[in-house]
T-cell receptor, first 115, second 111 residues
Framework: NAGVMQNPRHLVRRRGQEARLRCSPM?????VYWYRQLPEEGLKFMVY????????ESGMPKERFSAEFPKEGPSILRIQQVVRGDSAAYFC?????????????FGPGTRLTVT | DAKTTQPTSMDCAEGRAANLPCNHS???????VYWYRQIHSQGPQYIIH???NNETNEMASLIITEDRKSSTLILPHATLRDTAVYYC????????????FGTGTRLQVTL
């Protein structure tokens, strides 16, 4: 049973470009969460999605960031017009359903570097 | 969600038990205690959770005091691979799903 997959593992973007981070949840999991970890800081919640629905986006920056989890395919975290402050590790987690929400299984992360 | 307090760092000799404490004095009756850990540069890993009874799984044991104001995560035979930051998180077992990570305890297992 494959775990949570994220790609790319490392992504380098120049300021002003767009970054797209992908997350494939564990098989059978329909809930996806995105977290960000800035250098030398703790993990911060960004957004919680179910298939085709955003459930909680209270941790998402108001501009340039968006997330989706379509009916088919991986969840995408999109960052438009990246700035140096977006450089961080972005982790995706999945869970099977609301009853087990706090047992989240994390992927290896995508390390975004903005130059 | 109740606030937690953990020591900043701890050391443990390999092969010995690692006991990581967590204070959660404002915990309410329907809040669970969850433990996660993050090994350097990896995604966090779920370890164990409990409500009021002690819990044990293949990774660790969780001891919750009778008044539920504190708990201890026990790694019975720590190895070098257990070196990580350990997070104690208290959560209402309801519809909210996000995890709020504090600063955790940095456990260093040494030879």
């Amino acid at each position: 049973n494959a775990g949570v997959m994220q790609n790319p593992r490392h992504l380098v973007r120049r300021r002003g470009q767009e970054a797209r981070l992908r997350c494939s949840p564990m098989k059978g999991h329909s809930h996806v969460y995105w977290y960000r970890q800035l250098p030398e800081e703790g993990l911060k919640f960004m957004v919680y999605l179910q298939k085709e629905n955003i459930i909680d986006e209270s941790g998402m920056p108001k501009e340039r960031f968006s997330a989706e989890f379509p009916k088919e395919g991986p969840s995408i975290l999109r960052i438009q017009q990246v700035v140096r402050g977006d450089s961080a590790a972005y982790f995706c987690a999945s869970s099977p359903g609301e009853q087990y929400s706090y047992e989240q299984y994390f992927g290896p992360g995508t390390r975004l570097t903005v130059t | 969600d109740a606030k937690t307090t953990q020591p900043t760092s701890m050391d443990c000799a390999e092969g010995r038990a690692a006991n990581l404490p967590c204070n959660h004095s404002t915990i309410s009756g329907n809040e669970y205690v969850y433990w996660y850990r993050q090994i350097h540069s990896q995604g966090p890993q779920y370890i164990i959770h409990g409500l009021k009874n002690n819990e044990t799984n293949e990774m660790a044991s969780l001891i919750i005091t009778e008044d539920r104001k504190s708990s201890t995560l026990i790694l019975p035979h720590a190895t070098l691979r257990d070196t990580a930051v350990y997070y104690c998180i208290v959560l209402y077992y309801g519809t909210a799903s996000k995890l709020t990570f504090g600063t955790g305890t940095r456990l260093q297992v040494t030879l």
